[in-house]
């Protein structure tokens, strides 16, 4: 089975007590373009697919998925899916993760709890789902801290409003990535040093991703050489380069986050 998949998306603005639409309390246009840039990544609608080498859209996919907003709150009433609430802390680190996760949240039986938030040390960070497939652990999972944090500074597109956005994650991409991890996707060079094959880590476990030593950074030029291959898919989502350069994930990432969304015993009803 691939879809078609409908995730309920629950927003929580984690904010300092500004007006809404100012400083970390975030505008619904910088939310709504967020959720349009999930909708056009999986789906290999973003127009930035056209930049993706060719050697890279042969294998390239797309997902059949959609993010809504939740339409309906966990007590059956009519919501935004967007939560609004001034948080006990003006800055958030990972290590915050269950506090920041009780300033708000909704069963994760039920919704894609995503907080953002000024996350002072990260992008974003995701919790893994529990699953058997090689690069992902098995066992049980806590419901409570399960979903994706977002810096509020990385959130939504410049391309859709003049947002308040870090120039170089200013096209929603790290909300694409984090959602490749929180479906079970691995970084693209397997999180070690070295070749994936030749180091025995089995890399990110998916073969039509290039084998590739080390992550990479900015906006370079393709192809780029790597020891371990002779381009590195630095166009891949779940690589570390700037937004402008992101624009693919590939049919064998697809494929093992459908496996995920099948198999874990996660919550989202999709
Ligand atoms: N550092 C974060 C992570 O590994 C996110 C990286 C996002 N990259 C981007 N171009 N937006 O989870
Ligand atoms: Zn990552
Ligand atoms: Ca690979």
Redesign the pocket.
């Known amino acids: 089975k691939s879809g078609p998949y409908k995730v309920p998306v629950v927003i929580h603005v984690v904010h300092n007590g500004e007006a809404v639409g100012t400083g970390t309390n975030i505008s619904e246009a910088q939310i709504l373009s967020q959720i349009g840039v999930l909708n056009k990544d999986f789906n290999r609608l973003n127009a930035d697919a056209a930049n993706t080498p060719a050697v890279f859209a042969a294998v390239a996919g797309s997902m059949n998925i959609e993010f809504v907003l939740a339409k309906q709150n966990p007590e059956g009433l009519e919501t935004s899916g967007i939560v609004r609430v001034k948080g006990n802390k003006s800055g958030w680190t990972i290590n915050d993760n269950y506090e920041l996760k009780s300033q708000s949240y909704w069963p994760a039986e039920k919704y894609l709890n995503i907080w953002v938030c000024n996350l002072t040390d ?5 919790q893994f789902p529990v699953s058997n497939l090689p690069g992902l652990e098995n066992g049980s999972t806590n419901a409570l801290t399960d979903g994706i944090v977002i810096w509020y500074r ?1 959130f939504g597109s410049a391309d859709d409003g003049a947002f308040t956005l870090d120039p ?2 200013d ?1 929603g ?2 909300l ?3 959602m490749g ?1 929180f479906f079970g996707l691995r ?1 693209i060079w397997g999180d070690q040093s070295g070749c994936e094959q030749a180091n025995g880590s089995g890399g990110d476990h998916v073969a039509d991703t290039p084998d590739q030593s080390e992550s990479t950074t900015g906006c370079p030029n393709h192809p780029r050489v790597d020891t371990c291959s002779p381009a590195k898919m630095f166009q891949n989502f779940l690589d ?4 402008v350069c ?1 624009n693919l994930f590939t049919q064998g990432q697809v494929d093992r986050m459908g496996i995920v969304i099948e198999s874990s015993p996660r919550r989202v009803s999709l």
């Open positions: 990260y992008l974003g960070y995701t990385a170089d994650y096209k991409r790290t694409t990535h984090e991890h970084h570390y380069t700037d937004d992101m």
